[in-house]
């Protein structure tokens, strides 16, 4: 991820598609509020997930109706959603956020649920008049396909509306203000073996398995260097890439020429895998 003229480089990674429309949802909420705090962060297509954060968080974002379709579609429908799971799971910290699944009404009665979808207020009267579309889905199907989730080991953030939603998304992304300070947190990483059709795309993938190194900064170590090869033996050079500092290429050669020890435990392991990040 390239830093800015000034040297900063955005905490949050947003997908592009969750910034389009005119319709207000828990991810523009969330930049607004971003936006207010002068917390940084880009808009990119992002192959899995829709918000990245530091240390390994990647959310992805539903609505009600999202999972209703995927109930309801073809025979792949289920699997395509089981398959897109799968692949959230490779970052250390997945998260689904069903954006509304808390004002839903659920009729078991009549196999179905209904989303809202407009509240007003009767004018010179304390009602509200909620209007709701009914999905023919069974509550049962509905809350097996979350249940479904959350056995994968992901965790299922539920919301009310979008602003409700966004404050969720905060609260993961940011949590307690202190652990934003925090040093050594590590910046998002876009990293996903989704479409590795060519020798390229593997070379950048190969690459970008370095600590503090995404998908951006590996093909720019690979136009600089040429080859994998040469941009190992290079490792002291990487400096010469924007938003790759000492704390990376220091993380890279202990990597690098560290041995392996078989016998280490997984604690260790991981520790090398999360490496220091800086910028």
């Given amino acids: 991820m390239q830093s800015d ?9 947003i997908d592009v598609h969750e910034t389009s429309g005119k319709r207000i949802n828990s991810v523009k909420h969330l930049m607004s509020m971003m936006d207010k705090e002068g ?26 109706s999202d999972l209703v ?21 490779q970052y ?9 699944v808390l004002a839903i009404r659920r009729d078991p009665v009549k196999g179905c649920v209904y989303i809202p979808f407009s509240t007003k207020q009767t004018r010179g009267k304390p009602y509200f008049v909620t209007m709701e579309r009914a999905a023919y889905i069974h509550p049962n199907a509905l809350d097996a396909l979350i249940q479904s989730v959350r056995d994968k080991g992901i965790q299922v953030l ?3 509306n979008a602003l409700h939603s966004a404050g969720l998304l905060y609260g993961v992304l940011f949590g307690i203000e202190e652990q934003r300070k925090q040093k050594g947190q590590r910046l998002p ?29 590996a093909r720019d170590l690979l136009k600089r260097f040429g080859t994998p090869l040469e941009v190992i033996n290079k ?4 400096g010469q890439i924007a938003g790759i500092g000492p704390k990376t290429i220091a993380t890279a050669k202990k990597l690098l020429f560290s041995n392996y020890n078989s016998e280490a435990n997984s604690t260790d392991s991981n520790t090398v895998q999360r490496g220091t990040e800086e910028e």
Avoid: C, H
């Fill in 235 to 238: 490792t002291d050079e990487w």
């Fill in 69 to 89: 379709n995927t109930l309801k579609g073809s025979a792949a429908g289920v699997p395509r959603f089981s398959k897109q799971m799968d692949a959230l799971l």
């Fill in 5 to 13: 003229l000034f040297g900063n480089v955005p905490e949050i990674v």
């Fill in 158 to 160: 539920e919301g009310y």
């Fill in 39 to 64: 917390i940084k962060y880009t808009i990119e297509k992002i192959p899995i997930g829709d918000v990245l954060g530091t240390d390994g968080i990647a959310i992805e974002r539903k609505t009600v």
């Fill in 92 to 100: 250390e910290k997945p998260y689904v956020l069903i954006e509304n």
């Fill in 189 to 217: 990483i876009v990293r996903t073996r989704k479409g590795l059709d060519s020798m390229n795309d593997e070379q950048e993938f190969f690459i970008a398995g370095f600590p503090g190194v995404n998908v951006v900064r």
